[in-house]
């Protein structure tokens, strides 16, 4: 059973910025691909960014492209979100899941943690 802990959400102004952080266990780490999803009150969740198992490959939701960075540590059993000139409509419950590919990216494990909350205020 994984275990996913998500921390470092908050209140922030417009043009600010957040770093989230995702500690993994329960599973090996290293053997998948990671990414951030989110979900904002009234909305599915949705892809947000995926790293490889490596980090050497990323991909970025259109909407934060040029902003968001993700990064992976494998030696803590950690990922990152780096979210840079944030906006209001960034605000949502932060996610972190391994990856699968499909139409879009999507959460490998049928379990989730208990996310983070980003209010972005304009």
């Known amino acids: 059973q994984v275990q996913l802990v998500e921390s470092g959400g908050g209140l922030v102004q417009a043009g600010g910025s957040l770093r989230l952080s995702c500690a993994a266990s329960?599973?090996?780490?290293?053997?998948?691909?990671w990414g951030w999803f989110r979900q904002a009150p009234g909305k599915e969740r949705e892809f947000v960014a995926r790293i490889s198992w490596g980090g050497g490959s990323t991909d970025y939701a259109d909407s934060v492209k040029g902003r968001f960075t993700i990064s992976r540590d494998n030696a803590k059993n950690t990922v990152y979100l780096q979210m840079n000139s944030l906006k209001p409509e960034d605000t949502a419950v932060y996610y972190c899941?391994?990856?699968?590919?499909?139409?879009?990216?999507?959460?490998?494990?049928?379990?989730w943690g208990q996310g983070t909350q980003v209010t972005v205020s304009s």
């Open positions: 329960g599973r090996t780490f290293s053997n998948y691909a």
């Open positions: 899941n391994a990856a699968k590919a499909g139409t879009t990216w999507a959460g490998l494990f049928d379990s």
